[in-house]
């Protein structure tokens, strides 16, 4: 695929941006075909380079508008939080051109997967689980559910390798359910309380079961982390939802 401009990129394994199971969702927030001329290409994130994950090569990805400035926040926000400046983002694509079934939101421009973040030629985090996850160190875990974390702040829909295998090798993001805002904890979708298990335990070394269920043990669990972070009020408060996954981050990169 040398010499893309503008690329049109399905991800490795397949266009993604399916409903998390468990999630709310309406009509009116179903994914729809948008032409090109309703999205922006995007070669950096902020100053950091966008690389396709598939052959190592700079890429031009498309997104709409509303969609690429949340992107650039959270890489802004990613920044602030670690204290890290990665110069490249691994990616296999953001916006998908109409294929007859409009059922993703990379088709209407508003879905981006990422595979890594690099600096000087290194990695800081691998979404590459199908490269390292039979032999995981917790330093990669710790990295990959410190970055989940950051995302899961912006964005609602956050997919990862404990939602399926088709991704095993990046994170989906997309603005489906949160919208223009920031995310909400419901505790209904078992994307979410797949993060909040995982951060849990490779972040603050809490021994929960990654069950995807909002259930008792996890719940206890995340009460006395919550306590240690001196945060008050359930993760369903925006407030305390926003504060665990920030602290979160920070906890890697303090420890990193």
């Known amino acids: 695929m040398a010499g893309l401009g503008a690329a049109v990129l399905a991800p490795a394994l397949g266009a993604c941006g399916v409903t998390p199971g468990g999630s709310i969702r309406t009509p009116a927030e179903r994914a729809s075909?948008?032409?090109?001329?309703?999205?922006?290409?995007?070669?950096?994130l902020v100053d950091a380079k966008l690389q396709y994950e598939v052959n190592d090569r700079p890429?031009?990805?498309?997104?709409?508008?509303?969609?690429?400035?949340?992107?650039?926040?959270?890489?802004?926000?990613?920044?602030?939080?670690?204290?890290?400046?990665?110069?490249l983002v691994g990616t296999y694509g953001a916006w998908l051109p109409n294929d007859g079934s409009c059922d993703s939101w990379h088709h209407a421009g508003r879905a981006f997967d990422i595979s890594r973040l690099a600096a000087g030629g290194s990695d800081l985090v691998s979404c590459r689980y199908d490269r390292w996850?039979?032999?995981?160190?917790?330093?990669?875990?710790?990295?990959?559910?410190a970055l989940a974390a950051s995302l899961h702040l912006?964005?609602?829909?956050?997919?990862?390798?404990l939602f399926d295998d088709a991704h095993h090798n990046h994170i989906h993001v997309d603005n489906g359910v949160s919208g223009a805002g920031m995310s909400a904890f419901t505790g209904r979708s078992r994307v979410q309380n797949h993060a909040v298990q995982a951060i849990c335990r490779y972040l603050w070394g809490r021994p929960v079961e990654l069950t995807g269920v909002w259930d008792a043990?996890?719940?206890?669990?995340?009460?006395q982390v919550l306590a240690g972070l001196e945060l008050t009020g359930s993760l369903t408060r925006q407030e305390t939802w926003q504060g665990f996954l920030r602290a979160t981050a920070r906890r890697w990169a303090a420890d990193r």
Do not use: K, N
């Not at 709409?64 to 990613?78: E, K, V, Y």
């Not at 996850?133 to 917790?138: H, L």
């Open 217 to 223: 043990a996890t719940r206890t669990t995340v009460r």
């Open 154 to 161: 912006h964005f609602a829909y956050v997919l990862t390798y």
């Open 133 to 145: 996850g039979s032999g995981a160190t917790a330093g990669r875990l710790a990295a990959y559910w």
């Open 59 to 87: 890429i031009t990805v498309r997104m709409a508008p509303g969609f690429g400035g949340q992107l650039q926040t959270w890489f802004r926000d990613w920044r602030d939080l670690t204290g890290t400046a990665p110069d």
């Open 33 to 44: 075909c948008v032409p090109v001329s309703d999205t922006e290409a995007y070669a950096r």
